[in-house]
């Protein structure tokens, strides 16, 4: 039917009988030539009513879509994407029983994610690092050394009397880094005088600060 468009019966009154038959064809009314144009006048708004309403219902549906869209499969699962060739995302959920179960545990402190740095033929852990994360997070942008590739992220929960309980286990994710300068680790002592003018110092310092797993 093409783009709705809106009319009053004001506009309408304004138009030839002519316009008034070729805006009725545009819109699929298949109306008598011989037709009154006062009917033919409100058979167009009976359209426009018919139009608004289905917009309407439309529009109610979208928000009613959007509101039951699912955000968690209950289950108790943790993921790793690679973003670049520093950063990873990783994203998890839980089954609401356990969550339950876990959180209302007398010592339990909070949840954790565990990143590994896995070795590249035996795919064992050489070193690890963790996150602790609030308990409403189910997502979080990971960032890791320049000198490790393959890591894999547990989901843990952690206790007060010094227990870790295991949870979940991502598949694992190969950081390409062949190409990286590592600018950042730079020695102080090696960069010309233009560079330490530039900031890098400071900068450096701020990317250690908050990054320190990146310069073990």
Known sequence: MGDVVKFTKSYLQTLSTQALFRLADRYGL?????????LLIGELLELEDEMSTDEEV??????????NAVCSYNMTEIRAVLKDPLWFFVFWDFHKRLFTELTTS??????????????SETLTSVDFFDVQVP?????????????ECLHQVE???????GHDQHLAQ??????????ILQKLCVSQNTVNKIISLSGLPTLKKSHFQHYRQAFR
């Open 30 to 38: 298949f109306l008598s030539d011989d037709l009154a144009r006062h």
């Open 58 to 67: 439309l529009e109610v549906s979208a928000a009613v879509q959007q509101k």
């Open 106 to 119: 007398k010592g339990f402190e909070s949840f954790v994610l565990r990143v590994h740095s896995l070795d």
């Open 135 to 147: 308990l409403a997070d189910r997502s979080r942008y990971v960032h890791v050394s320049f000198d």
């Open 155 to 161: 989901l843990i929960a952690r206790f007060s009397d």
């Open 170 to 179: 991502s598949n694992t994710v190969k950081m390409q880094r062949k190409n």
